[in-house]
Every structure is written in C-alpha cells, then in structure tokens.
C-alpha cells in the first residue's frame, strides 16, 4: 500500500503484541452513546450475537477448565473476562458497522421480491448471521493471540504447568470458535462471501507472522510496513465483511467497493486513534504503549536510527515525553483524520437513512482524541 505520499496533503513501555482491539471506547461517555444509538437501529446489541455460541456445552466444559488459571498471569482469563464485561470500556463493533452497512444499503434494485419479506429491520437473515460470524471470526483470534510464550515464563507468572494448560485451552477454544464460524460461513451457500472471509482469515494469519517477524527496536518496520501489517491484522475482516455484506444483498461492484473502503478506514483510524491515547492524555505518564504505535513509527523515523536506539536506553517515562516532543503523535493524529475523513466519503455515497447516520457518527468518533 502506497499511501504513505498522501502525508504529505495532510499539511509505561510495551513490546507485547497480543492486544487486538476489541473497539474499546477511546472516549466512554461519546462512544458508549454513538453505540447504544446505532444498536437501536439494527434491533439488538450486538455484543450478544454470539451468545449462543459461548453457551454451548463445548464452550462450557472449555470454560470450567479456565477455571484453573485463576491466580497465574495468563492473559487467556483477561480475555474471557471481555466476554462477559461488556460496559462503556468493551464492546465488540465489527457485527455492529456490518449489520448498519447491510441496513444503510438496503435491498438492490435486482433483487427479487420474493426476498424482501424476509428482512427485518431492513437487513437480511443471511447478512445477520454473517455479523455474526465476523464476530466470531474476531473472537477467535483474541483467543489465539492470548498464547503465552513459555520461553519467557518466570515464577511470578504462576505455576508452568497452569500456562501450559491455559496454551492448550487457548488453541482449544479459538479452534470452536473458529470452527463454528466456518460452519456458519458455509450455510450462507454464497461462494463469493465464502472467498471474501476466508481471505479475510488469511490475512489475519499473516498479520500476525509479520508482527512476529518484524522488529522495530531495529529499526526494521517503515511506514508503508506498519500500514500493511496494520491493515491484515485490524482492518481486512472489517473491510471484507462489510463488502460480503453487499454481496448477499446482490449489490452491485460500485457499492461493495464503498462498503470495503468504509470498513477499511474505518478500522485503520480506530487503530491510529488507539494509539494515540497514550500520548494525547494529560498525566498519563506511566501509560502502557507498544513501540510498533503508529506515533512511535513516525517517531523513530523522524530522529534517525541511531538516535532512537539510544532513546530506547531511556526510563519509559522519559521516552514517552521525547516522542511527544517531535512531530510523531501530530503525524499519526493527522493519518488518523485522513482514515476517518475517507470512511466518511464512502458512507456518504449511500442513501441518507438512520443506519448511515449511526455510520457517520462512528467514523466521525474515531477522529475525536
């Protein structure tokens, strides 16, 4: 992704890469508002959408062994506990943007009336159980990302028998959820959405090998990079879901092309404004941030390799204020606004209704810090 030239026109320390966005609220009080608005459009809050999955007998049985965990480290029990505490500071979105996009859209002018009295609230069975899915999808692999990396197991992080146990219940569980999804996907009998997620759950995979597999402590992960890792791993099943959307409706390539770059924009600038929260908060200076952020990217490339290797032998504290003090966190405000600003123009090439409001106010959200 060659974006980066578009820059131009726009005038405490972490390395853990297991926190996969969630969409947590970056402001509560608007956020939580935006979302309880648009919930109400589309008939139900859609952090309960998979509920009948994680109340499965499998899914039980899985969850009396996390049990076990209570009392060690293992970020599998933080992960489970996002479930069930859903408030102003968790709620799962991708369901939420993809059942809004399938009512924004509405029926095509090609589609058969026989369809239409299946809709309710304007959405289709079909793209209802596809939210779903992307959710679950979603789930998944927060599930997988929460395997501890037993080389670096120490005393305090528990028993290593308990964190071999919580691996073994981390890959169990994201595989039922993973599984369940894919059986769903395959009742869609639509070949074109079955391509569009499964490529989706490609580049997840391959998201997360490039995070693995690129280090920013040497100086090895560019602009254009972040911007590729970044999109595979939080923006490409948001993107994709939203344009299968369009598929089952049987829109035509012009609006699946809008509902794609929406859901792609969309998840870039909630991304970039996630990682700004660290350097945008007053009295914030023990605040965990990751050094792949955006503002730390921006930074390094701004002093040169060999000044951030040695900023990097800096107390966390004071590496924080030296990359608020250049052009960084600027810079990754203003890709922030550019993300926010294109999901808008896509959402605005739909017919004004409810559901393309509750979209605007979303995009608009993620551009407030």
Not at 112 to 131: F, H
Request: charged content about 20%; glycine content about 6%.
């Amino acid at each position: 992704m060659a974006a980066w030239s578009r820059l131009a026109c726009l005038g405490s320390l972490s390395r853990t890469r297991r926190g996969l966005s969630i969409f947590s609220s970056t402001s509560p009080s608007n956020w939580t508002k935006v979302v309880s608005d648009a919930e109400k459009i589309v008939g139900y809050p859609t952090s309960f959408m998979s509920l009948r999955c994680l109340l499965s007998d499998e899914l039980s049985n899985v969850a009396m062994h996390v049990r076990k965990l209570v009392g060690t480290k293992h970020p599998l029990l933080n992960t489970a506990r996002g479930f069930v505490y859903d408030s102003k500071h968790n709620l799962q979105m991708r369901g939420l943007v993809v059942l809004l996009m399938s009512k924004a859209a509405g029926p095509s002018s090609t589609s058969s009336d026989v369809l239409l009295p299946d809709m309710v609230s304007g959405i289709y069975p079909s793209q209802r159980n596809l939210a779903e899915i992307t959710e679950l999808i979603h789930t998944a692999f927060l599930v997988h990302r929460g395997i501890v990396n037993l080389k670096e197991w120490t005393y305090s992080d528990g028993p290593l028998k308990d964190l071999q146990f919580g691996n073994k219940m981390a890959i169990l569980s994201g595989d039922f959820l993973l599984a369940n999804a894919c059986t769903g996907l395959a009742q869609l009998n639509n070949t074109k959405v079955v391509e569009l997620i499964s490529s989706a759950i490609g580049d997840l995979v391959q998201g997360v090998y490039h995070e693995s597999s690129i280090s920013t402590e040497e100086g090895n992960l560019s602009l254009a990079s972040w911007e590729d890792q970044t999109f595979l791993s939080h923006g490409a099943l948001l993107a994709k879901s939203c344009q299968a959307a369009m598929e089952l409706a049987r829109h035509d390539a012009e609006a699946q092309l809008l509902a794609y770059r929406y859901g792609k924009h969309l998840a870039l600038g909630h991304k970039l404004n996630s990682d700004l929260q660290p350097f945008q908060k007053s009295g914030s200076d023990s605040a965990v941030f990751s050094l792949d952020s955006a503002p730390v990217v921006f930074h390094r490339l701004i002093v040169g390799h060999e000044r951030w290797l040695h900023q990097l032998q800096q107390v966390q504290h004071n590496l924080r204020r030296l990359i608020k003090t250049e052009s960084g966190v600027s810079q990754a405000a203003d890709l922030c606004t550019y993300h926010g600003t294109k999901a808008l123009e896509a959402i605005r090439r739909f017919p004004a209704s409810e559901a393309r409001s509750a979209l605007e106010n979303i995009a608009s959200a993620v551009m407030k810090f």
